[in-house]
T-cell receptor, first 113, second 115 residues
Framework: AQKVTQAQTEISVVEKEDVTLDCVYETRDTTYYLFWYKQPPSGELVFLIRRNSFDEQNEISGRYSWNFQKSTSSFNFTITASQVVDSAVYFCALKTGANNLFFGTGTRLTVIP | GAGVSQTPSNKVTEKGKYVELRCDPISGHTALYWYRQSLGQGPEFLIYFQGTGAADDSGLPNDRFFAVRPEGSVSTLKIQRTERGDSAVYLC?????????????FGPGTRLTVL
């Protein structure tokens, strides 16, 4: 069975602080994909990144970076120098042989000006 | 280009009524997905279509829920005899085709409230 755990329900940081959102996943499949989506107050899920199980290279995109570690089944997301516009709910998701996404329960990030 | 669109954005209905929720995927996307998101939770899979056929409907909670995609583009999620527990945001997503690697692009959702 697939499972995605986002243990942090809510996080608040002051603007310009760095913040890391944790994601731990479970699957028996050897081939899988991990995703992060952002859900701003408007409600529409916005795709941020996709990672496949064979690529453990960390990725950086502007202020965003992702750390994928198969040894700990984690796919953590760091925002550097956070901004108020980063305030949203962030979801980690897993996709295996099935085509649907398994989502975690999300982490609500509030960036305080 | 246009993204995934969903109508209506909000739907309020009474317990026992029938509702239809519509999804217009991104043009050219052959795979279409329905999810349901309850308050404070992540989206939960309901059903997905590859073309006109429902390739996986294992997430539909019971036989009151049904979805169609007759021409391989627009899809309608149908809920019969609505119950208060059906209240949620119903999200639609599409991808270029159904493959593990392909990201899904989500619409803004339809917020369904059953009184």
């Amino acid at each position: 069975a697939q499972k995605v755990t986002q243990a942090q329900t809510e996080i608040s940081v002051v603007e310009k602080e760095d913040v890391t959102l944790d994601c731990v996943y479970e699957t028996r499949d050897t081939t899988y994909y991990l995703f992060w989506y952002k859900q701003p107050p408007s409600g529409e899920l916005v795709f941020l990144i996709r990672r496949n199980s064979f690529d453990e290279q960390n990725e950086i995109s502007g202020r965003y970076s992702w750390n994928f570690q198969k040894s700990t089944s984690s796919f953590n997301f760091t925002i550097t120098a956070s901004q108020v516009v980063d305030s949203a709910v962030y979801f980690c998701a897993l996709k295996t042989g099935a085509n649907n996404l398994f989502f975690g329960t999300g982490t609500r990030l509030t960036v305080i000006p | 280009g246009a993204g995934v669109s969903q109508t209506p954005s909000n739907k309020v209905t009474e317990k026992g009524k029938y509702v239809e929720l519509r999804c217009d995927p991104i043009s050219g996307h052959t795979a279409l997905y329905w999810y349901r998101q309850s308050l404070g939770q992540g989206p939960e899979f309901l059903i997905y279509f590859q073309g006109t056929g429902a390739a996986d409907d294992s997430g539909l909670p019971n036989d009151r829920f049904f979805a169609v995609r007759p021409e391989g583009s627009v899809s309608t999620l149908k809920i019969q005899r609505t119950e208060r527990g059906d209240s949620a945001v119903y999200l639609c997503a599409s991808s270029i085709y159904a493959r593990e690697a392909n990201e899904q692009f989500f619409g803004p959702g339809t917020r369904l409230t059953v009184l």
